[in-house]
């Protein structure tokens, strides 16, 4: 438990939705919504915090549905990836503005705009106090951005997965429809998998339970949840 003045956690990996970083148009990109999330990932970094992200690539594509029925699916995928390189590129251009040192690395080569993934030099940028943005998910169709963040999360040896959606944790319904839906503040994998609960898709929550790491799903509405979640204050739901 921390006194609030350390972060619980030394390493996290952030999940960022690409829907998030659309705000309110929910397509494209508001600068107003990154800059907000940048300047708490700096003052995370500036608080020790060693932080490797994922964004997803919605607020521009999402292959398995904007595709479906229309293109073949591993072509409308490897799509989505390109998105989830665009936000990448948002986010560390922004990031560099605020003086926060930062790489993009993605899981397929595009050399000339970014690092391809290599999990020794992530880990290396980590230690050395640099944000590492992963792009592409894990470089495979059929896999969601989620199971990208647990993917990376495993192999950096993150402490926690800081999951930061347009909801603000795990509930036994969805609460726009069920006024009577609970709000958990901590749920088990299994009962995440068993109730068919909306977190992640299965895959990424059996990764996350294979591999032991706690996910925190919080609300992004206010960026500074982020920090508030390295730092130990209670919020959302912890899954795990």
Request: glycine fraction near 10%; charge should be neutral; hydrophobic fraction near 45%.
């Amino acid at each position: 438990m921390s006194d609030g003045t350390k972060p619980v956690y030394k390493r996290v990996l952030l999940k960022v939705s690409g829907e998030a970083l659309a705000g309110e148009a929910r397509f494209g990109l508001d600068f107003k919504v990154i800059r907000d999330v940048c300047a708490v990932i700096r003052r995370c970094v500036e608080a020790g915090v060693e932080i490797g992200v994922v964004v997803g690539g919605g607020n521009f594509w999402r292959g398995a549905t904007d595709g479906i029925g229309k293109m073949e699916r591993t072509r409308a995928d490897h799509m989505g990836m390109m998105a989830t390189v665009m936000n990448s590129l948002a986010l560390a251009d922004v990031l560099e503005q605020m003086g926060v040192p930062v790489r993009v690395q993605t899981a397929l080569e595009i050399r000339s705009v970014a690092e391809p993934y290599i999990r020794l030099k992530a880990d290396k940028h980590l230690k050395n106090g640099r944000v590492v943005v992963f792009g592409c998910g894990t470089g495979n169709p059929y896999f969601s951005t989620d199971t990208a963040a647990v993917l990376r999360a495993a192999e950096i040896g993150a402490d926690a997965i800081l999951l930061a959606k347009n909801v603000d944790g795990v509930y036994s319904a969805d609460p726009k429809k069920d006024p009577d839906a609970k709000r958990y503040d901590t749920i088990s994998y299994d009962e995440v998998l068993q109730n068919h609960l909306t977190v992640m898709d299965s895959t990424a929550t059996s990764l996350s339970m294979d591999n032991g790491i706690p996910v925190i799903l919080f609300a992004l509405k206010d960026p500074m949840n982020i920090y508030r979640v390295v730092m130990g204050e209670k919020l959302g739901t912890i899954v795990g």
